[in-house]
């Protein structure tokens, strides 16, 4: 097949015999107000010629010379036609200025939200890719406070959440890994310890002036996006307007009663007669001051060995199971962009574009955690196959306090030539630096031993357990049992450049331009771990406590809380600011266990050096009706990698070497043949389609030579550097149908065949595996033979301005995405098992209805995801971790006080919809891992002031 592509590409790139005398049109094309109009669609009369603007700005070559007359169209205005006089060699100009709307928009204006949204439209229909487009103005439709929250709109996408926020993007059902993240063209790089995948909540949804959405690539694109890629267009000086925004709001939370505030300013003007230069600058503040309530577990089903005898390992019966509160979550992102350009002759310009965001997570987590399996002696006793009694367990009550920094710092410099008589050249330099820093997590334990617990998980929605002999929360049968500091530091830098040219080319029936550029991305990425483990012990201190004592002495409650609105009796626990103030008043209290953070830190610190250089050939190519898109990519790929050898015994004593370096370098040559085609049966109807190649290169901590077998572990975790990157061949369809009076529907398939899958099994040590002496089993990624993924996606957006009186106030968005992947993973149990792809949604879907009359605007919206698979197990796949289907409602309006100057308020989570996870295929197994059973957060919103000039 792919052979087949790259003869079919070649072949549609060689040029025919000289072309015709001919020059160049360009200009610019506004609304009546001077504001620049973006996908207006540009059509030469009498030839196949067709342009389409971007911020305003059209360029069409290989116009034949003489007299022509140039029709301009653009949805929500009539179409206007202009005549122009080419000559050989040079360049036209042709400005126009669309000023006769559509008499069906006459009841809501072509203004505000409504001119955003037929921006968003217009570009979507001109794009030459499979595309969705989102407009500035339409993210605050609904209160979207993150990019993840405004791409959860789109349709195809679903988002991964993380404390009822939006963090990570899923395109088409694929796994946040397998997309692709940009701001303005530079891919950004990831803070994530381990993964490439990019958490979109750090970015604020309103640095964008537009959010590009491309499910299919074109050459010109980097390859590694599976999915597809995101591309984020900041704002820039616009000719003739001084831009202003101000947004002011604050709210609050009902969990918690955290504040909620939002500031954001955005300015931006262009100045001299001429206004060649431009200067846009926008800064963010907003802060979340949340709660979360939370129950999770941890279950040993079946023929999942649990870390118990092997007498037990049929046991289905929970091993763990926890109550957490997380009383304080307090989130701020704050960021700053701007963008410098300097206007050349012909259009051409030169830009230096900045940008950072900030994210801030300071959390205070208490758990209070049933240990069923607690020491080698538990026993159970099963009264059902949802309840039971053990003995010889644990009960711990812990509290931990993290702060997270993560930051996002791009900067790039380029430009823009353009030539009379076609030609152009762009470039750019980059450099966009991720860091993730954890200053110090504190994690303080006590425990009570020697104790009988019960289950009862009949209830999936509100599983119980329950202390039977034992105290569930007094502070003198809590001994002291572990301190532990984790401070983290994650770095990743990518330089890059890119260089493209083109040229106009004609042959047969066709006309269009040549296409060629040389790219490069140069990461340079590490992951430190700096883990301090203390003893159980405690020497002397300020409080004279003992480790029998130490948690009565930092109590201060004297009646249990409760969570989850009184269903849930958490119990006393420690104060947070004592156990802070206590530890750093006491610092030689503690004994710290040299080994056990030396092995621990080391297994946890990598670092990853992975150069990409690539370079392409492309074609844009107009038929009549017809546009094709065809080219090549070829991209070389060289990585230099090191990790740690950590190996300890049983008894957690050091072997003569527990810790060794390693490293492991390699390299391999991709070529990615695509082919982008659209067929425009009318002005306002569109049949595209796409055969595309990309591909996912291994996730950070995948491909990294590590190995790591600690104390009292029977299982060695193992990293693979010759893994593979998987690979993928993409087909699309999509038949879009535009309203006039901005709106569209659309109905479109896809499907994926994906080679060298990546999955984790577990497998039985061999002679060969130098793992240490207790180790008898190996965790490791490998690649697997293939992986499928199909679906549709089907959109409707429309306002009902056909309808009497009020109702033509009113509208629609709706759009659903089904998918549905299968992987072929050997490996325990799975013989014959069709498994999904990990983090492949299978559903998602939007619905939400607005009203616009006069000053008012009203929205109401709900989001769905449907259940899917988080986590693939290596040992059984009775033991992956499913995400429970979720639909939430939100809903915002705004009223204008007078032009530029409006009032607005959001709520969030109205349905009050919470996070649910479960494993195999019973819902009250819990969530394991950090997946929780079932997460807590009730509604929050805020009202403010917008002012926009």
Same mark, same amino acid.
């Given at each position: 097949?792919?052979?087949?592509?790259?003869?079919?590409?070649?072949?549609?790139?060689?040029?025919?015999?000289?072309?015709?005398?001919?020059?160049?049109?360009?200009?610019?094309?506004?609304?009546?107000?001077?504001?620049?109009?973006?996908?207006?669609?540009?059509?030469?009369?009498?030839?196949?010629?067709?342009?389409?603007?971007?911020?305003?700005?059209?360029?069409?070559?290989?116009?034949?010379?003489?007299?022509?007359?140039?029709?301009?169209?653009?949805?929500?205005?009539?179409?206007?036609?202009?005549?122009?006089?080419?000559?050989?060699?040079?360049?036209?100009?042709?400005?126009?200025?669309?000023?006769?709307?559509?008499?069906?928009?006459? &009841?809501?204006?072509?203004?505000?939200?409504?001119?955003?949204?037929?921006? &968003?439209?217009?570009?979507?229909?001109?794009?030459?890719?499979?595309?969705?487009?989102?407009?500035?103005?339409?993210?605050?439709?609904?209160?979207?406070?993150?990019?993840?929250?405004?791409?959860?709109?789109?349709?195809?996408?679903?988002?991964?959440?993380?404390?009822?926020?939006?963090?990570?993007?899923?395109?088409?059902?694929?796994?946040?890994?397998?997309?692709?993240?940009?701001?303005?063209?530079?891919?950004?790089?990831?803070?994530?310890?381990?993964?490439?995948?990019?958490?979109?909540?750090?970015?604020?949804?309103?640095?964008? $002036?537009?959010?590009?959405?491309?499910?299919?690539?074109?050459?010109?694109?980097?390859?590694?996006?599976?999915?597809?890629?995101?591309?984020?267009?900041?704002?820039?000086?616009?000719?003739?307007?001084?831009?202003?925004?101000?947004?002011?709001?604050?709210?609050?939370?009902?969990?918690?009663?955290?504040?909620?505030?939002?500031?954001?300013?955005?300015?931006?003007?262009?100045?001299?007669?001429?206004?060649?230069?431009?200067?846009?600058?926008?800064?963010?503040?907003?802060?979340?001051?949340?709660?979360?309530?939370?129950? *999770?577990?941890?279950?040993?089903?079946?023929?999942?060995?649990?870390?118990?005898?092997?007498?037990?390992?049929?046991?289905?019966?929970?091993?763990?199971?926890?109550?957490?509160?997380?009383?304080?979550?307090?989130?701020?992102?704050?960021?700053?962009?701007?963008?410098?350009?300097?206007?050349?002759?012909?259009?051409?310009?030169?830009?230096?574009?900045?940008?950072?965001?900030?994210?801030?997570?300071?959390?205070?987590?208490?758990?209070?955690?049933?240990?069923?399996?607690?020491?080698?002696?538990?026993?159970?006793?099963?009264?059902?196959?949802?309840?039971?009694?053990?003995?010889?367990?644990?009960?711990?009550?812990?509290?931990?306090?993290?702060?997270?920094?993560?930051?996002?710092?791009?900067?790039?410099?380029?430009?823009?030539?353009?030539?009379?008589?076609?030609?152009?050249?762009?470039?750019?330099?980059?450099?966009?630096?991720?860091?993730?820093?954890?200053?110090?997590?504190?994690?303080?334990?006590?425990?009570?031993?020697?104790?009988?617990?019960?289950?009862?998980?009949?209830?999936? *929605?509100?599983?119980?357990?329950?202390?039977?002999?034992?105290?569930?929360?007094?502070?003198?049968?809590?001994?002291?049992?572990?301190?532990?500091?984790?401070?983290?530091?994650?770095?990743?830098?990518?330089?890059?450049?890119? %260089?493209?040219?083109?040229?106009?080319?004609?042959?047969?029936?066709?006309?269009?331009?040549?296409?060629?550029?040389?790219?490069?991305?140069?990461?340079?990425?590490?992951?430190?771990?700096?883990?301090?483990?203390?003893?159980?012990?405690?020497?002397?201190?300020?409080?004279? &406590?003992?480790?029998?004592?130490?948690?009565?002495?930092?109590?201060?409650?004297?009646?249990?809380?409760?969570?989850?609105?009184?269903?849930?009796?958490?119990?006393?626990?420690?104060?947070?600011?004592?156990?802070?103030?206590?530890?750093?008043?006491?610092? !030689?209290?503690?004994?710290?266990?040299?080994?056990?953070?030396?092995?621990?830190?080391?297994?946890?610190?990598?670092?990853?050096?992975?150069?990409?250089?690539?370079?392409?050939?492309?074609? !844009?190519?107009?038929?009549?009706?017809?546009?094709?898109?065809?080219?090549?990519?070829?991209?070389?790929?060289?990585?230099?990698?090191?990790?740690?050898?950590?190996?300890?015994?049983?008894?957690?004593?050091?072997?003569?070497?527990? %810790?060794?370096?390693?490293?492991?370098?390699?390299?391999?040559?991709?070529?990615?043949?695509?082919?982008?085609?659209?067929?425009?049966?009318?002005?306002?109807?569109?049949?595209?389609?796409?055969?595309?190649?990309?591909?996912?290169?291994?996730?950070?901590?995948?491909?990294?030579?590590?190995?790591?077998?600690?104390?009292?572990?029977?299982?060695?975790?193992?990293?693979?550097? *010759?893994?593979?990157?998987?690979?993928?061949?993409?087909?699309?369809?999509?038949?879009?149908?535009?309203?006039?009076?901005?709106?569209?529907?659309?109905?479109?398939?896809?499907?994926?065949?994906?080679?060298?899958?990546?999955?984790?099994?577990?497998?039985?040590?061999?002679?060969?595996?130098?793992?240490?002496?207790?180790?008898?089993?190996?965790?490791?990624?490998?690649?697997?033979?293939?992986?499928?993924?199909?679906?549709?996606?089907?959109?409707?957006?429309?306002?009902?301005?056909?309808?009497?009186? %009020?109702?033509?106030?009113?509208?629609?968005?709706?759009?659903?995405?089904?998918?549905?992947?299968?992987?072929?993973?050997?490996?325990?149990?799975?013989?014959?098992?069709?498994?999904?792809?990990?983090?492949?949604?299978?559903?998602?879907?939007?619905?939400?209805?607005?009203?616009?009359?006069?000053?008012?605007?009203?929205?109401?919206?709900?989001?769905?995801?449907?259940?899917?698979?988080?986590?693939? $197990?290596?040992?059984?796949?009775?033991?992956?971790?499913?995400?429970?289907?979720?639909?939430?409602?939100?809903?915002?309006?705004?009223?204008?006080?007078?032009?530029?100057?409006?009032?607005?308020?959001?709520?969030?989570?109205?349905?009050?919809?919470?996070?649910?996870?479960?494993?195999?295929?019973?819902?009250?197994?819990?969530?394991?891992?950090?997946?929780?059973?079932?997460?807590?957060?009730?509604?929050?919103?805020?009202?403010?002031?917008?002012?926009?000039?």
């Amino acid at each position: 097949m792919r052979s087949s592509l790259l003869r079919a590409v070649v072949a549609s790139a060689l040029v025919a015999p000289a072309l015709q005398a001919q020059g160049v049109v360009t200009g610019t094309v506004t609304d009546p107000s001077g504001r620049p109009l973006s996908g207006v669609l540009v059509l030469v009369d009498g030839t196949s010629i067709r342009a389409s603007t971007d911020r305003g700005l059209y360029r069409a070559v290989n116009v034949p010379a003489g007299a022509r007359t140039l029709t301009f169209r653009y949805i929500g205005y009539a179409p206007q036609t202009k005549s122009v006089t080419v000559v050989n060699g040079r360049t036209a100009v042709l400005d126009v200025k669309l000023t006769e709307a559509v008499t069906s928009l006459s &009841a809501i204006e072509v203004r505000g939200q409504v001119v955003g949204q037929a921006s &968003a439209l217009n570009q979507q229909r001109t794009a030459s890719t499979i595309a969705s487009v989102i407009d500035n103005e339409l993210v605050g439709r609904l209160p979207d406070p993150n990019m993840a929250e405004a791409l959860a709109r789109v349709p195809g996408i679903a988002v991964l959440r993380d404390q009822g926020e939006g963090r990570f993007v899923q395109i088409r059902g694929t796994s946040p890994n397998f997309n692709g993240m940009s701001v303005n063209g530079l891919r950004l790089a990831t803070p994530e310890q381990n993964s490439r995948q990019l958490p979109m909540d750090i970015v604020p949804s309103d640095q964008a $002036s537009q959010i590009q959405v491309s499910k299919t690539l074109t050459p010109d694109m980097d390859a590694d996006a599976i999915g597809g890629n995101v591309n984020i267009v900041t704002r820039s000086a616009r000719a003739n307007e001084t831009l202003f925004n101000v947004t002011a709001a604050g709210g609050g939370n009902q969990l918690g009663g955290g504040l909620l505030a939002n500031l954001g300013l955005n300015a931006g003007k262009r100045f001299g007669k001429s206004q060649k230069f431009g200067a846009m600058l926008g800064g963010t503040y907003y802060r979340n001051d949340r709660a979360s309530q939370n129950v *999770e577990g941890d279950w040993c089903s079946q023929t999942r060995n649990c870390g118990v005898a092997p007498s037990l390992t049929s046991l289905d019966a929970p091993n763990l199971f926890e109550y957490r509160d997380y009383p304080q979550v307090d989130r701020l992102r704050t960021g700053m962009n701007g963008t410098l350009d300097y206007l050349l002759a012909n259009n051409s310009k030169i830009f230096l574009r900045g940008s950072w965001n900030q994210f801030n997570d300071d959390e205070i987590r208490a758990r209070a955690r049933f240990r069923f399996r607690g020491g080698g002696g538990s026993r159970w006793t099963q009264v059902s196959a949802d309840s039971g009694i053990t003995t010889g367990s644990q009960f711990d009550r812990d509290i931990r306090l993290r702060e997270v920094l993560q930051d996002i710092y791009t900067a790039q410099l380029g430009g823009e030539h353009y030539s009379g008589d076609g030609k152009s050249l762009d470039w750019a330099v980059g450099v966009s630096r991720a860091t993730e820093n954890r200053p110090g997590a504190l994690t303080m334990s006590f425990r009570q031993s020697n104790m009988s617990l019960a289950y009862n998980f009949a209830d999936p *929605e509100r599983p119980r357990a329950y202390v039977v002999t034992g105290s569930f929360d007094d502070p003198a049968r809590f001994g002291f049992n572990s301190l532990a500091n984790e401070e983290r530091d994650t770095k990743d830098e990518d330089l890059s450049a890119k %260089i493209n040219g083109s040229i106009p080319v004609q042959f047969g029936g066709f006309s269009g331009t040549l296409k060629a550029g040389l790219a490069a991305r140069l990461k340079d990425r590490s992951n430190t771990l700096v883990t301090t483990n203390y003893t159980s012990a405690l020497g002397s201190n300020s409080l004279n &406590a003992t480790a029998a004592t130490l948690m009565g002495a930092l109590t201060t409650e004297t009646a249990g809380r409760n969570i989850f609105d009184g269903d849930y009796a958490f119990g006393r626990t420690f104060d947070p600011t004592r156990m802070r103030d206590f530890i750093a008043a006491n610092p !030689n209290a503690f004994t710290v266990n040299a080994l056990s953070s030396a092995t621990t830190s080391a297994g946890g610190s990598f670092k990853v050096k992975e150069d990409v250089y690539a370079g392409y050939l492309m074609a !844009n190519l107009d038929a009549g009706n017809l546009r094709l898109v065809p080219g090549v990519r070829v991209e070389a790929t060289r990585v230099n990698n090191a990790g740690n050898v950590v190996r300890l015994n049983a008894a957690g004593s050091a072997l003569a070497e527990p %810790i060794r370096e390693t490293t492991d370098e390699g390299s391999y040559v991709n070529i990615f043949p695509s082919v982008n085609a659209t067929y425009r049966f009318s002005e306002y109807t569109n049949v595209k389609a796409a055969v595309t190649t990309a591909l996912v290169r291994p996730q950070f901590g995948d491909m990294v030579p590590y190995v790591n077998v600690q104390a009292g572990q029977q299982t060695a975790s193992v990293g693979n550097p *010759e893994l593979k990157a998987t690979t993928a061949i993409n087909y699309d369809v999509m038949i879009e149908h535009y309203f006039q009076n901005v709106g569209f529907i659309s109905a479109g398939a896809f499907a994926k065949s994906l080679n060298n899958f990546i999955y984790s099994t577990a497998r039985a040590r061999t002679a060969d595996d130098a793992v240490g002496p207790d180790a008898q089993q190996i965790v490791q990624p490998v690649n697997g033979p293939t992986a499928s993924l199909y679906g549709f996606e089907i959109a409707w957006q429309q306002n009902f301005t056909f309808l009497p009186g %009020i109702l033509k106030s009113f509208g629609i968005n709706a759009n659903y995405t089904y998918t549905k992947s299968s992987a072929d993973i050997p490996g325990r149990g799975r013989d014959g098992v069709d498994s999904p792809i990990p983090e492949q949604a299978p559903q998602a879907g939007n619905v939400g209805l607005f009203f616009d009359k006069g000053p008012l605007s009203l929205r109401v919206g709900g989001n769905y995801s449907g259940s899917f698979v988080s986590t693939i $197990s290596a040992i059984s796949p009775e033991a992956d971790t499913r995400t429970k289907s979720r639909f939430q409602v939100d809903a915002s309006g705004s009223y204008q006080l007078r032009p530029g100057i409006k009032i607005f308020g959001e709520a969030i989570n109205l349905s009050n919809t919470p996070l649910r996870a479960y494993v195999g295929d019973r819902q009250n197994r819990g969530g394991g891992g950090d997946d929780p059973s079932f997460e807590f957060y009730k509604p929050w919103g805020m009202i403010g002031v917008k002012i926009e000039r």
